[in-house]
């Protein structure tokens, strides 16, 4: 199968298999009007299998949503058919709006207003934390 | 606040304040900090006092949130063992009774964390132990030495205190498991037997039934000395945070 290279834009490669969807929801790429191509299942040497989206566009792209869903991501800027800038994503130290605190105690779940914070308290263990009823993030919360 | 000088305005329920009309935390702590030179605010949803802390143009204390934190226990918990054993380390500290939901308990693990040759007895029903993440990220991270049990006898003979806790009503959605475990431990002048001579008995209050009141009249009943301590404490407290 094959998709078009882009001239300019963004390249989110290495995308643990089945992340691609999810990625695309949580930057919002629906919303673009430019062409996004979401490859998923595509064969890889390193991961055996990974997920690849590909924007027609220079966007500024949310590097802690991308770092929080999946950290071993990595960017690539295209510029005239050219990559000119490669990274890798890392863990933000704090999630805004991203994830709901699921404590049913939590002032978040009264106020809605308020904005649900996270925040990395075990760089280590990668352990997230509710800034406000610190209770630890679930596993299943993310993804 | 009255023995400093001042003055309280309250209410004695959250039915009779704005909050019941849907008023949000932040709005809450605007008006009152318009009246008041300084917030007390216990609050039944975890992190309200942050939320409180972050909007209010007067200094807010925690004086409770859910069961999360509860500051001013600790403080007062710490300067009892402070006056009453003279030292704030090389103690073994048996903690009883609902390890589980009691934010005290969580609270004092994490303030004594912080002293050297800290042992716990972590005294429980195995349905209200003591949260992994505390264990984890408190006790094994500073590498205290702990047990756990569900025999309040077993090691009362190597206490220097004993922190009982009472079982909430109001942390339990089941009333049959409140039931269930709201008279797990009665502490009572004969399981006190084996006990060292300078235990120091130790309770947050309102105490209900564990602990009886035959060791009351024990000198090593320190829970209604624990009081006046806290009434010290928050002294304290306000004092420093009105910077007066």
Redesign the interface.
Known sequence: MNIDSIKNGIVIDHIKAKNGLQIYKALKLKDLDCQVAIITNAKSNKMGKKDIIKIDKEINVNLDILGFIDPDITINIVKNDKIIKKFHVTKPKKIVNLVKCQNPRCITSQEKDLDQIFILTDEEKQIYRCKYCEMKMQTNQRS | MLELGGNVLGFSEANSSSTAKGE???DTVRVVGAYADIIAMR??????P??AAQKSIVPVINAG????NHPTQTLTDLLTISCEKGRLDNLCIGLCGDLKFGRTVHSLITAMSRYKNIKLVLISPKELKTPE?IKQ?IIEKNKIEYIETNDIEEYIDKLDILYMTRVQKERFFDEADYIRFKDYYILNKEKLKNAKQDLTIMHPLPRVNEISVDVDDDPRAAYFRQVKYGKYIRMALILKMLEV
Not at chain 2, 65 to 68: E, K, N
């Open positions: 949000s935390v932040a609050h039944p949803k975890e992190g309200a942050l939320v949130d859910g069961g999360h993440y990220d």
